[in-house]
């Protein structure tokens, strides 16, 4: 199973990008779909996530101006990010916590694209 993000790049504050996420075969039962982003010398942030039932959470940093969505089959995540601010260039990194076949469940993670919003 391989995830791929793409849809980063440069843009001017206030400006909006749309992320996407592949992931590379259906899996059933998962537990959570997830962005993140990771900037030099800072941790792995969580910024939004698509959990069971369909429950959303976001950062309080990006809500109100971030939305995540799937679709039907949960084989593409997006993340619509408006207003963009300089403080959000990092590089983002789609997740999904799913099961695996010998029992268990897992994180997958998808190589990252990089946002750059200039000021």
């Known amino acids: 199973v391989q995830l791929q993000a793409s849809g980063g790049g440069l843009v001017q504050a206030g400006g909006s990008l749309r992320l996407s996420c592949a992931i590379s075969?259906?899996?059933?039962?998962?537990?959570?779909m997830s962005w993140y982003r990771q900037s030099p010398g800072k941790q792995r942030e969580l910024v939004a996530r698509?959990?069971?039932?369909?429950?959303?959470d976001y950062a309080d940093s990006v809500k109100g101006r971030f939305t995540i969505s799937a679709n039907a089959v949960k084989t593409r995540l997006y993340l619509q990010m408006n207003s963009l601010e300089p403080e959000d260039t990092a590089v983002y990194l789609c997740?999904?916590?799913?099961?695996?076949?010998?029992?268990?469940?897992?994180?997958?993670w998808g190589q990252g694209t990089q946002v750059t919003v200039s000021s």
């Open positions: 698509i959990s069971r039932g369909d429950n959303i």
């Open positions: 997740n999904y916590f799913a099961p695996v076949p010998s029992g268990g469940r897992r994180n997958y």
């Open positions: 075969e259906r899996i059933l039962s998962i537990t959570s």
